[in-house]
């Protein structure tokens, strides 16, 4: 897991995740922390090997580490998260050891995780949507009534 460390220790992911740590300090709702990077990684990696998909480990955590890293970008620029961590992530993925190939699968992961004909699809993007849903624990928050998800999006049971 040595890239996926290099992208943790990676100066701009750390300012990043500084950033929106402050900007949601007041957040009721799910944040994007570094926990919330790390359960869609995981339950990414699950389905992975539970489908037999095939996807490097580092791919994956690579790509769910840095899916919501431009979230400051949002609340600071208004520039929409997705494209904002595609942003960060291309800046940070060449230090990190990937290859090009590997650059541009991520790139595309995240520039896509938001996008719901991804859901069904067995390529990263669709692995780093289903996780980044599946990550949110609906069924234990304590603001779940006041919520903006529909009924039919909260996770009120558990899954993986």
């Known amino acids: 897991m040595d890239r996926v460390n290099k ?3 990676h100066q701009l992911w750390q300012k990043a995740a500084a950033e929106i740590k402050e900007l949601e300090k007041d957040r009721i709702f799910c944040g994007h922390d570094v926990a919330h990077f790390l359960d869609v990684a995981r339950l990414a990696y699950i389905e992975n090997l539970e489908k037999g998909l095939g996807f490097d480990r580092e791919l994956i955590y690579g790509a769910a580490l840095l899916h919501d ?19 960060l992530a291309g800046k940070i993925l060449p230090d990190c050891g990937y290859t090009k190939e590997e650059q541009s699968a991520i790139l595309k992961a995240i520039s896509s ?20 849903k599946k990550s949110r624990a609906c069924l ?8 903006k998800w529909s009924t039919e999006k909260k996770n009120l049971t558990i899954e993986v």
């Open 113 to 132: 995780h938001r996008t719901a004909d991804t859901v069904t699809r067995d390529d990263l993007a669709g692995l780093l949507y289903r996780a980044d």
């Open 69 to 87: 890293i431009g979230r400051g970008l949002e609340y600071t620029q208004n520039i929409p998260h997705d494209q904002g961590s595609r942003l």
């Open 7 to 9: 992208i943790c220790s």
């Open 140 to 147: 234990f928050c304590q603001v779940q009534a006041e919520c």
